[in-house]
C-alpha cells in the first residue's frame, strides 16, 4: 500500500495525553463516550486544516482559546504533538538514498509568551 499512513501518536492533544495507534487496511475505534475516539479524527483533520487555511485559521476552527486543546490546560507549556508514520510511496522510492520503506513527520504546536502559536516540524 504506497504511501499508507500506518501510525499515529498524539501527545497533549484535547483528551489524549499520549496515545500510539498503529494503523491497518481496516481500523476500528471503539470506546465509551469521551473516550477520545473524535479527538484522534480531529488530528487527522486538524493536520488538514493547517495544511490548507493555516495554524491560526486551525485553531480558530476548534476554539477561541488555544489552552482548550491542550490536554489538562495547563499554566506552563502550552503545546500538543503529532507523529505519523508513512509509507514512503513507490513512485519517489527510487529516488531516496538507501533503502527507506517508511517516514516520519512529527509536528509541534506551542504557543509563546505573546499569545502567537508556533509551529514547529521535526
Not at 475516539?37 to 493555516?54: P, Q, R, T
Request: hydrophobic share 45%.
Amino acid at each position: 500500500m504506497s504511501g499508507a499512513l500506518r501510525r499515529v501518536s498524539v501527545a497533549n492533544y484535547r483528551c489524549l495525553r499520549n496515545v500510539d495507534v498503529e494503523i491497518d487496511q481496516f481500523h476500528v475505534l471503539v470506546g465509551a463516550n469521551g473516550s477520545g475516539k473524535s479527538a484522534l479524527f480531529d488530528v487527522l483533520l486538524f493536520v488538514h486544516d493547517l495544511l490548507i487555511v493555516g495554524l491560526d485559521a486551525a485553531v480558530d476552527r476548534r476554539t477561541s482559546n488555544f489552552r482548550d486543546l491542550v490536554w489538562g490546560r495547563p499554566d506552563g507549556d502550552l503545546a500538543f504533538k503529532f507523529s505519523f508514520e508513512l509509507d514512503v510511496p513507490d513512485s519517489i522510492r527510487e529516488e531516496i538514498p538507501g533503502s527507506y520503506d517508511r517516514f516520519t513527520v512529527s509536528l509541534r504546536v506551542h504557543e509563546v509568551n505573546n499569545g502567537d502559536l508556533t509551529l514547529l516540524l521535526h
